[in-house]
């Protein structure tokens, strides 16, 4: 594709946002015509992120975890809608009041606006957007670097298993012996209490029964989760929504299922059998167990699956730098535990992530496809094909 540079040399500059973003429509319409579309779109898309969390819960589900899965859900919806709804509102205002387009005001910054939003809201909010965020532009700047380094990491499964076997060793074991509260897929084996613990396994009952409950646990999530996505993902405008259902379900291959259970399976059972065979310490073996747990990404072996415990790993981290106490001569790091970098990094990187959309939709994943549909409400795919033929009628009249 040409470069933005050139673009605007040949004729884009000058263009108006109707031109460029809504022809045939006034900036109101533009606007407001779709709210309705937003919030639905907001809805839908933020219910399995609050509801998943309750099904890994299982057993130990109570009116309180619904309450405030609750509450969330509504923070989550509320804050999605604020800002999809302030995108085509940005997008003319930055061009009226610039009267040009250029190169930082034609998407990214529109886009870096409207997520202003994003600190007003609750911690656990804007972590969750944080860490989505992160995710998803890490992805995508892989993906589209040229990069001989980003490449080879991109095309070699074997790479990004080491990879996600190393942050899980450090995800696991940071949340078993630091207290770190974290989302992560499988449940972290407690922390023996007995002196001794380097002999003896943490949980009560025989090893056998220990595996086979969690295994049946873990399945029986996994099935849910799957079941539960696809149901979710049939609801559409167009298809009967148990058609469309039945259809995915015939065809669902359940590469959670697989994943859950393998993965919760190999860290336990490795675990157990190192307690009872080995006389390494005690916190070596947990290590191992949670490294060997990570082979189970080759059931799955996404690169968005991996972006995603390497965000974790990144928040873990912030975690245990904020919990550290640092002597008078360090006071400037006590400062840095004040600046919220997840909310200003969350403001850069949504810009960031849409121009990628719009220039280079191949280096999004599906995750990242859907935040930007449903950042900008399921309005990014028209505007997109509007500004491209755009492009093609000035570089037609040139």
Aim: proline share 4%.
């Amino acid at each position: 594709m040409v470069s933005l540079s050139k673009l605007l040399n040949q004729g884009l500059r000058d263009a108006k946002c109707y031109e460029v973003f809504h022809p045939g429509k006034t900036c109101s319409e533009f606007h407001f015509g779709k709210s309705r579309s937003l919030l639905i779109k907001c809805v839908k898309f933020f219910f399995p992120i609050a509801t998943v969390p309750l099904i890994l819960k299982g057993k130990n589900l109570r009116k309180k975890h619904v309450r405030e899965a609750f509450e969330y859900y509504m923070e989550l919806i509320l804050t999605g809608f604020l800002i999809s709804q302030q995108v085509p509102m940005a997008w003319c205002l930055v061009r009226r009041l610039s009267g040009k387009f250029t190169e930082c005001n034609i998407v990214y910054l529109p886009m870096t606006l409207p997520t202003w939003t994003i600190f007003f809201i609750s911690p656990r909010v804007a972590r969750l957007f944080a860490a989505s965020i992160f995710q998803v532009t890490f992805e995508a700047a892989i993906r589209n670097s040229k990069n001989k380094i980003c490449k080879t990491f991109c095309n070699s499964k074997t790479i990004q298993a080491l990879l996600f076997m190393t942050c899980s060793a450090f995800v696991l074991h940071t949340i078993q012996n630091y207290n770190v509260k974290a989302f992560w897929v499988v449940k972290s084996i407690p922390r023996p209490i007995e002196s001794d613990i380097d002999a003896k396994c943490s949980h009560n009952g025989e090893c056998s029964k220990f595996w086979l409950n969690d295994l049946a646990k873990n399945i029986l999530i996994g099935l849910s989760i799957d079941v539960f996505k696809t149901f979710v993902g049939s609801i559409t405008k167009t298809n009967s929504l148990f058609n469309a259902f039945g259809n995915k379900l015939v065809h669902l291959n359940f590469p959670t299922t697989f994943f859950l259970s393998s993965y919760s399976c190999i860290y336990k059972m490795t675990s157990c059998l190192l307690n009872q065979k080995s006389d390494m310490n005690g916190e070596l073996k947990h290590i191992i167990a949670a490294f060997l747990g990570g082979i189970s990404f080759f059931t799955l072996p996404k690169l968005t699956i991996l972006c995603y415990i390497i965000s974790i790993s990144i928040e873990i981290s912030w975690h245990l730098f904020e919990r550290k106490k640092f002597k008078n001569n360090l006071k400037y790091l006590e400062l840095l535990k004040r600046i919220p970098f997840h909310r200003i990094y969350t403001c850069l990187s949504v810009g960031y992530l849409v121009q990628m959309y719009v220039f280079h939709p191949e280096a999004l994943s599906q995750l990242g496809l859907a935040m930007v549909s449903a950042f900008t409400g399921d309005q990014a795919p028209e505007m997109k094909a509007v500004f491209h033929n755009y492009i093609k009628t000035i570089k037609h009249n040139k």
